[in-house]
């Protein structure tokens, strides 16, 4: 998708053709493949996700606690769409979004349970950063790995804020996000 995105990009119309140069081409094509551009537009893009993401939020009254949290949860998210996209969670290369998808169907989207609070928190403190595991938890998880490292255990603001909620509608919203942009996060390590 990206690579035709980028091919449309440099394509001319009949009426374009009768006073091309080789600069125009030149221009174009470098306007086209400039990852640049793109990797600074996708930060800027989003920083905007970010602001949108901390609206979501709600159990955290300290501003600044929100906004760590935002951050820290959309590092989270995008290190898990790396992994995802490599296979490296149950084998499935859209991993999160299956697994919200499930999530709705079997308890009801933004019901009692939530894709945060059923599945990602799980996920986050009992799967990816935890090596204790059950049947209820791998039947819900999955195969994935445990990682060790601090990025899923449970940070202070989740220890002082017990009773943060973020409705379905955010992920649905960072992940159409990421979705956007895969072709260039594809091409990262």
């Not at 306007?31 to 640049?36: H, T, Y």
Request: charged share 30%; aromatic share 16%; hydrophobic share 40%.
């Amino acid at each position: 998708r990206g690579f035709i995105q980028k091919l449309e990009a440099i394509t001319f119309s009949l009426s374009e053709e009768e006073g091309l140069t080789i600069i125009d081409v030149t221009a174009r094509a470098r306007a086209a493949f400039d990852v640049e551009r793109v990797t600074r537009r996708f930060y800027e893009q989003f920083k905007d996700e970010h602001d949108a993401f901390f609206e979501f939020i709600s159990g955290i009254s300290d501003v600044a606690d929100r906004g760590w949290y935002a951050s820290l949860m959309l590092n989270r998210l995008m290190f898990i769409y790396f992994m995802q996209r490599k296979g490296f969670l149950n084998n499935e290369r859209d991993y999160l979004r299956s697994r919200l998808q499930r999530c709705q169907r079997e308890k009801g989207k933004d019901k009692f349970y939530t894709f945060y609070r059923y599945f990602l928190v799980r996920l986050f403190h009992e799967g990816l950063g935890g090596k204790a595991r059950n049947a209820s938890l791998d039947a819900l998880l999955g195969r994935i790995p445990y990682l060790n490292g601090g990025l899923f255990e449970k940070h202070p603001v989740e220890q002082r804020c017990p009773n943060i909620s973020i409705p379905d509608e955010a992920f649905e919203r960072i992940f159409a996000y990421f979705d956007r942009y895969q072709w260039h996060l594809d091409e990262r390590p």
